[in-house]
């Protein structure tokens, strides 16, 4: 069974706030992501990371930033929200490469910025 | 770099008949895994099945099996006996077999049972 976990599930804030998406996992596993998801569309990478100390950033262009601090923690931040990043995040983790790799993701934190 | 097509944007089917879902993907690796996942409505995305591609039997997991073809590079998903609590996005994905690769997902496919 999947432990990894994102709050706030919701979250409704004005523009230009800044806000921490939070995402933590107890599976010990090195390698975490991010995507970024309209409602039933497809996935965009937006940041990863292959351990502590280490974040890239994906295959779409964000404003957000993060960090990997701990292993089990990989936080999003918008310094400065604005309605073009209402969207839903989610947040995934893997092992490192080896026999039956597969990502686990949490359930996700829908972002609506007003 | 590896990409993940998926053709069929939206699919329906009626309950206790059988759906496939198409997934081609382009690689020049030898070894690799490929997956689909699924995503109900405002739910979380779980993995249904997977694949190794060094396995040449395909993999099945209950009502769920799929039919790969690795020369064809083609990954098709069979939902048998469909149930309403199948409607949901899927995603194909493809992860590499070397460090440093990320999972590449297609853009999925929506898939509604009708009662």
């Known amino acids: 069974e999947a432990d990894i976990y994102q709050t706030p599930r919701y979250l409704v804030i004005g523009t230009g706030k800044k806000i921490t998406l939070e995402c933590s996992q107890t599976?010990?596993?090195?390698?975490m992501y991010w995507y970024q998801q309209d409602p039933g569309m497809e996935l965009h990478l937006i940041h990863y990371?292959?351990?502590?100390?280490?974040?890239e950033k994906g295959d779409l262009s964000s404003e957000s930033t993060v960090s990997r601090i701990r292993t089990e923690h990989f936080p999003l931040t918008l310094e400065s929200a604005r309605p073009s990043h209402t969207s839903q995040y989610l947040c995934?983790?893997?092992?490192?490469?080896?026999?039956?790799?597969?990502?686990?993701f949490g359930q996700g934190t829908r972002l609506t910025v007003v | 770099a590896q990409t993940v097509t998926q053709s069929q944007p939206e699919m329906s089917v009626q309950e206790a008949e059988t759906v496939t879902l198409s997934c081609t993907y382009d690689?020049?690796?030898?070894?690799?895994?490929l997956f689909w996942y699924k995503q109900p409505p405002s739910r979380q995305m779980i993995l249904v099945i997977r694949?190794?591609?060094?396995?040449?039997q395909n993999a099945t997991e209950n009502r769920f099996s799929v039919n790969f073809q690795k020369a064809a590079k083609s990954f098709s998903l069979k939902i048998s006996d469909s149930q309403l609590g199948d409607t949901a996005m899927y995603f194909c994905?493809?992860?590499?077999?070397?460090?440093?690769?990320?999972?590449?997902f297609g853009p999925g496919t929506r898939l509604s049972v009708l009662p």
């Open positions: 690689t020049s690796e030898s070894n690799y895994y």
């Open positions: 994905a493809f992860s590499g077999d070397n460090y440093g690769q990320n999972f590449v």
């Open positions: 995934a983790s893997s092992e490192d490469e080896g026999e039956w790799t597969e990502a686990f």
């Open positions: 694949q190794e591609a060094y396995k040449q």
């Open positions: 990371s292959y351990g502590v100390n280490s974040t």
């Open positions: 599976m010990g596993h090195d390698k």
